[in-house]
């Protein structure tokens, strides 16, 4: 029997591929984390000891600069901020409106199982996994669309 790659237009690759999309965009927040890489966006911004506009002012971060967040989020003085450990000084609090994620490249591999799908098949089973961390790993598996 001769199998054939189904292309994207069929309906079941078409089920697939809207499933991995469901499942690859939920969870996605625009908080930070602690442990989160962020950088400075729209500088210079003031760098303050305690998270208030009348905090003393350590400094400023320019655009560009590059910082982990080490605390927060706390609201003080009409502001949500974070403190953050900078790559250079100085290090405090900073508003949330000066930061952004750096975020890291992650690759998605969508691979059926069996990898080759007779033309008319009916079901199909799949399995998503990351690649762009370390470890690879799978993120979804062994969800079934059916063609029908």
């Given at each position: 029997m001769k199998t054939k790659i189904p292309?994207?237009?069929s309906p079941l690759w078409q089920a697939l591929l809207a499933m991995a999309f469901a499942i690859l965009s939920t969870g996605s927040?625009?908080?930070f984390s602690i442990g989160d890489h962020v950088v400075v966006v729209n500088g210079p911004w003031n760098v303050r000891q305690t998270p208030s506009t009348?905090?003393?002012s350590l400094g400023t971060q320019t655009t560009g600069a590059t910082g982990t967040i080490a605390g927060g989020p706390t609201t003080a003085t009409g502001y949500t901020w974070y403190n953050v450990n900078f790559s250079s000084s100085p290090s405090g609090w900073i508003v949330q409106d000066g930061?952004?994620?750096v975020v890291t490249p992650t690759t998605y591999a969508i691979t059926p199982n069996p990898a080759t799908v007779g033309e008319s098949a009916g079901s199909l089973t799949f399995t998503i996994t990351r690649s762009g961390g370390t470890p690879a790993e799978t993120?979804?598996?062994s969800t079934?669309?059916?063609e029908g």
């Open positions: 292309t994207f237009a927040s625009l908080a009348s905090g003393t930061l952004t994620l993120v979804y598996a079934t669309a059916t």
